[in-house]
C-alpha cells in the first residue's frame, strides 16, 4: 500500500545510508501511521484484494500478518501476538533467537504489547553438546516503550502478551549491500532455491553477511542454555499446514479488524461473492456484516523445545549461571 508516511519512508531509506539512523527516524512515523484510522481501513481492504496473501498456506511458523509495504530495502507488516488463552504471563512465545543482518523496528500499535528480554551479542554455542552461554542485558514491557528497535544477530525472547497485540515492524538489512537487489531478481528466483542458499553455495556469506548455515535458537534446560540449529526447530512447526491452521490465521487477522471497528459492509458483501476468497476466511466476513462477535484467537500453548514450553523464571536462571 502506498501513503504519505511510507512515501516519506521511502525518501529517507534512499537518503540516508546508515540503516541504525534510518530506523531511528522510522519509528515514530509507524507510530503516526498506526493512530491514524484511515491507515487500518486502506490496509485491510488492500490485503483482503491480495489474492496471494489470502491463498497462501499458513503454516504454525507464520506469525498472523498483515503487508503493508515491501521494496529491495525495507519491508513493512503488521504481526499480530494473540495471548494464551490461560491468560498466563511468564512463557514465551518462541525459543530465543535472532534475525540474522535484519534490523527491527516495531511499534506497539495495539493491545497490552508483550515483554521482551534482549541478551549479549555473539553467545557461544558448543557444536557438540549444544551447551551456550547467553546473558540478559536488558528487560523491557512494550507498553512502556512503544517503540523499539532489535539489532542484527541480537538474540532476544517475547513473552506472550497479557491481551491480544500487534506490532507495525520495519525490517531491513543492517547494510545497503548489493545482494539487496538480488533478492527480487526474477532470473535468480527462477532458480526456486532460496538466495540465501545461492550465496552459500558461491561462499559470499561473509561478504553479504548473510547468515552462516548454522543459525541457533536456544532455550533454558536444567539452568542451563542448549542451543538448537534453527532449522531443525523450525522443521515441524513449518509443516503444520492445512485446514486448521488456515481457518485460525484467518479468524486472527478478522478478530484483528473487528477489534480495529473495521465494518465497510459494501466492501465486505463484494468479498463474500468473490470467488478467489478461500472459502475459510468467508464466514468470519459474515460475522463482521451481521456485527456478531468473531470468537478471540490464542497463541499456541506449546512450542518445539523439550518440555514444551519456556518460562520467563527459566531465562533469568540460565542468564545468572552463564
Ligand atoms: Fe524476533
Redesign the pocket.
Known amino acids: 500500500m502506498k501513503n504519505d508516511t511510507i512515501d516519506q519512508i521511502i525518501n529517507l531509506s534512499d537518503q540516508i545510508q546508515d540503516r541504525r539512523e534510518l530506523h531511528k527516524l522510522v519509528g515514530p512515523l509507524l507510530e503516526k501511521m498506526g493512530n491514524d484510522p484511515e491507515f487500518w481501513t486502506q490496509l485491510f481492504e488492500e490485503n483482503l484484494r491480495d489474492y496471494k496473501h489470502l491463498n497462501r498456506e499458513w503454516s504454525e511458523f507464520n506469525i498472523p500478518f498483515f503487508y503493508v509495504f515491501e521494496n529491495n530495502d525495507f519491508f513493512i507488516k503488521v504481526h499480530i501476538f494473540p495471548s494464551l488463552e490461560s491468560k498466563k504471563t511468564n512463557i514465551l512465545c518462541s525459543a530465543i533467537?535472532h534475525?540474522n543482518n535484519y534490523l527491527?523496528t516495531s511499534y506497539a500499535a495495539h493491545g497490552s504489547g508483550y515483554e521482551t528480554f534482549l541478551f549479549d551479542y555473539n553467545p557461544t554455542t558448543d557444536p557438540t553438546t549444544k551447551s551456550a552461554k547467553l546473558k540478559i542485558t536488558k528487560q523491557f514491557y512494550q507498553r512502556d516503550q512503544r517503540i523499539h528497535m532489535?539489532d542484527s544477530w541480537q538474540p532476544?525472547a517475547?513473552i506472550n502478551p497479557t491481551s491480544f497485540s500487534a506490532t507495525l515492524v520495519f525490517w531491513t538489512p543492517d547494510e545497503k549491500r548489493s545482494t539487496d537487489k538480488l533478492r527480487s531478481n526474477k532470473i535468480l528466483k527462477a532458480f526456486k532455491i532460496p538466495i540465501r542458499k545461492l550465496i552459500y553455495l558461491f561462499k559470499l556469506e561473509n561478504k553479504y553477511g548473510i547468515a552462516a548455515k548454522e543459525t541457533y535458537q536456544w532455550y533454558p534446560n536444567n539452568g542451563k542454555f542448549i542451543g538448537v540449529l534453527e532449522e531443525e526447530f523450525f522443521a515441524p512447526t513449518k509443516a503444520k499446514t492445512g485446514k486448521v491452521v488456515d481457518e485460525y490465521s484467518a479468524q486472527t487477522l478478522f478478530y484483528f479488524m473487528q477489534e480495529k471497528g473495521y465494518r465497510n459492509i459494501r466492501f465486505l458483501e463484494n468479498f463474500l461473492k468473490d470467488t478467489n476468497v478461500p472459502d475459510y476466511y468467508k464466514p468470519f466476513a459474515k460475522k463482521l456484516i451481521n456485527n456478531e462477535s468473531i470468537p478471540e484467537t490464542y497463541a499456541k500453548p506449546e512450542i518445539n523445545v523439550p518440555n514444551k514450553f519456556i518460562l520467563k523464571e527459566e531465562i533469568i536462571e540460565a542468564s545468572k549461571n552463564s
Open positions: 533467537h534475525h527491527l532489535v532476544h517475547v
